[in-house]
């Protein structure tokens, strides 16, 4: 499976998103709006999922399987951010794009991408924040004056829901501690070994996964705090100009692919095989995330 970089999209910032009108949506030609060469790949932008070489990318497990399950090619184009993913697919650069709660409510706020399936969440806390093993830092109340690494301004994982579970304790973002964006959880991993930051806040599920997803041997970590749950853990979003049998064929390709069956191989999407998923979702089921998006200084309902 090839994977691209896709040049014409670049980091953006939260307000970005909320840009409304922008040359993108307006700019959608009659073309657009044909159905796909039913032969042509289905393209789908995503974030990068580790570095390691020797180890067998999620992506290229998903793009074989939905191949060898629907006969159509699946091409992943890598970009900086989960905001790129969201202006990839609004802009009719990609077709697709696999994306956390946060990322996917911001995207379906605008009103201008879709969300043709969402994953249910499993109930158990989402994110924690690491700490090395000699940390002064016992309990998610010590990192008040600290320096703490995010992953990504629009990961669930690793900014919403811990910014939110540092709040219930009464440590305020850029406040009560300081906060820098690593640019993915590999990142925050990485500020948190060199020592330039007192902790790293991510996904739980990460730090079950261990290497290469997550650097730390035991003995060298701990985990201070624990997120709520969130109802919805993945969704899989499309452009609106989408064609009705490709749409049919996402669905059905991902079900037939997240199956507990291929759970180990797709690593970091694993979970996703034991989640409920649900077709064509009502854009409500992301109204939960409204209140921790307002901790975080974000109002989903002014993305545009």
Not at 14 to 37: H, R
């Amino acid at each position: 499976m090839r994977r691209h970089i896709l040049p014409v999209v670049a980091a953006l910032g939260i307000a970005a998103i909320a840009l409304v009108g922008c040359s993108s949506a307006e700019g959608d030609t009659a073309a657009a709006k044909q159905p796909k060469d039913p032969n042509a790949p289905i393209t789908m932008a995503a974030v990068p999922i580790g570095e390691d070489p020797t180890a067998e990318s999620p992506y290229d497990v998903i793009a074989e399987l939905f191949q060898k399950e629907t006969g159509r090619k699946l091409e992943i184009t890598e970009v900086p951010d989960y905001l790129s993913v969201v202006e990839a697919i609004r802009a009719d650069h990609v077709d697709i794009g696999i994306m956390s709660g946060f990322p996917s409510a911001l995207a379906v706020g605008t009103g201008k991408v879709d969300a043709l399936m969402s994953f249910g969440g499993d109930g158990k806390p989402v994110s924690t924040c690491v700490v090395l093993k000699d940390s002064p830092v016992q309990k998610l109340e010590d990192l008040r004056g600290k320096t703490v690494a995010f992953a990504d301004q629009a990961s669930s994982s690793g900014f919403f829901m811990p910014v939110y579970m540092l709040h219930e304790v009464g440590l305020e973002n850029n406040k009560d501690y300081k906060s820098i964006f690593a640019g993915g959880h590999e990142g925050s991993f990485a500020a948190l070994k060199q020592g330039q930051v007192d902790a790293a806040c991510t996904a739980v599920m990460l730090t079950q996964l261990g290497e290469p997803m997550f650097p730390f041997k035991d003995g060298e970590w701990r985990a201070v705090g624990e997120s709520p749950a969130m109802d919805v853990s993945t969704a899989v979003l499309g452009r609106q100009s989408l064609d009705e049998d490709t749409r049919k064929q996402v669905d059905e390709g991902f079900r037939k692919v997240l199956v507990k069956e291929n759970a180990k191989r797709l690593g970091a999407f694993g979970p996703m095989a034991s989640a409920q998923a649900t077709s064509n979702p009502d854009p409500k089921i992301f109204d939960q995330f409204a209140e921790i998006a307002d901790v975080a200084g974000v109002k989903l309902k002014d993305m545009k």
